[in-house]
């Protein structure tokens, strides 16, 4: 047997007499950027994100990118982030000339620890991006009550957790704005790169339609430097067909999830994921934590089992960020997740026979 982290294949069989007829609307149309198509992704987004408007983006790390122009972040300001995420959260941050200030994780939940947080905010703080890993909303009260006293910006970094919640609420939906990702491994997949922006302030949803055309309002006249963030109408096609279905995979997600933690129930050198009571975990990611992580890998790897490391370093001892001079036990929880965490297929599509194989084969391995 051959179980692989990921198989939009067995997803793609089912849709493809859909998918098919929405992307030839787009091809003969040749409205290819923007449009009908990304307008009523937009408005379906929104709705099902709890979120009076959303922005559509060329991918989700340009919807971050976006966020934080158009909250003017730039030279000097300080974010609040975590460092154990993808590089994007960090990384759009330092290209704005903004300093990423990294705080360590909850070791269960692996978010942002918010007391850490809260303790971190300077007078140079402009704003706290969270990131929702692996389908799990951060723990967001206290954040939010810290970015109120501060007057800080919350940019949520949903990009692995479209329609999870936080004590009932949709995940982009909390802080001034919410980004997502469409990258094909999330939950929701395009057949490309995509992203989108959701907020409930007005004013800030005009901004970012702006700044994703240069900045340009109206045609060639720039009240400020924006870039070419746009969304791509064939992505919006693919992407609205595939929303109706987005609950129902969840599920199936949820429901493998509970089904790995079953056969891992009792086991003491299994950690399996800790979601709280009050969260609705999407499970882009279904993640354990091990003792010998590198010996269970490339077992799992002998089984022709497919399985990631999210994330082998984090994000305050990578090279390019040398410079804001973070030493290895800095940041102890995050340093100890990266050598400790797999991934494990989790894709809705699984069957019981395959999910029994990738079971036996962690507990021969662990
Ligand atoms: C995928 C991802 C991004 C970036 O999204 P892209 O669409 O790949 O640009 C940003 N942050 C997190 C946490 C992600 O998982």
Redesign the pocket.
């Known amino acids: 047997m051959q179980v692989p982290l990921l198989d939009l294949k067995a997803q793609y069989a089912k849709l493809r007499d859909e998918v098919r007829p929405a992307i030839d609307e787009v091809l003969d149309s040749q409205i290819c950027i923007g449009g009908p198509k990304a307008e009523a992704l937009e408005k379906a987004v929104a709705a099902y994100s709890d979120c009076r408007f959303a922005v559509g983006a060329s ?6 990118l976006n966020a934080l122009m158009s909250l003017g972040l730039g030279a000097g300001d300080e974010v609040i982030t975590t460092p154990y ?5 960090g990384g ?1 941050i330092a290209r704005l000339g903004a300093k990423p200030v990294f705080v360590d994780i909850d070791p269960k939940t692996y978010n942002i620890d918010p007391k850490l947080a809260a303790k971190a905010v300077t007078k140079k703080t402009k704003a706290i991006m969270p ?3 692996y389908g799990q909303m951060a723990d967001l009260d206290l954040l939010m009550a810290v970015a109120r006293d501060a007057k800080l910006a919350v940019i949520e ?4 957790s479209i329609g999870s919640t936080y004590r009932g609420k949709k995940a982009g939906s909390v802080g001034t704005c919410g ?1 997502f ?3 094909p ?2 939950n929701l997949g395009g057949v490309g ?3 989108m922006v959701v907020t409930n302030d007005p004013a800030l949803a005009e901004r970012l339609a702006v700044m994703r055309n240069h900045g340009s309002q109206p045609k060639y006249y720039h009240k400020f430097i924006g870039g070419n963030f746009r969304l791509d109408a064939i992505q919006a096609a693919a992407l609205l067909v595939k929303l109706k279905y987005l609950p129902a995979w969840h599920e199936g997600r949820r429901k493998n999830a509970a089904y790995y933690d079953n056969k891992f129930a009792g086991q003491k050198k299994i950690v399996t994921p800790y979601i709280e009571s009050w969260n609705y975990s999407i499970y ?1 990611q279904y993640v354990i934590r091990v003792p010998n992580r590198d010996t269970v890998l490339a077992h799992l790897r002998d089984k022709k089992i497919g399985s990631e490391i ?1 994330y082998p370093v984090p994000l305050h001892l990578q090279e390019c960020f040398a410079y804001l001079g973070y030493k290895a036990g800095s940041l102890p929880h995050s340093e100890a997740a990266a050598k400790e965490t797999l991934a494990l297929p989790i894709y809705a599509e699984l069957t019981d026979e395959m999910k029994d194989y990738v079971a036996a084969s962690v507990l021969e391995a662990v």
């Open positions: 991918s989700g790390t340009d919807a971050i995420t993808f590089f994007a959260t759009c990131v929702h890993l970094d949903a990009a692995q980004c990702s469409f990258f491994s999330k790169d995509g992203g882009n999210y």
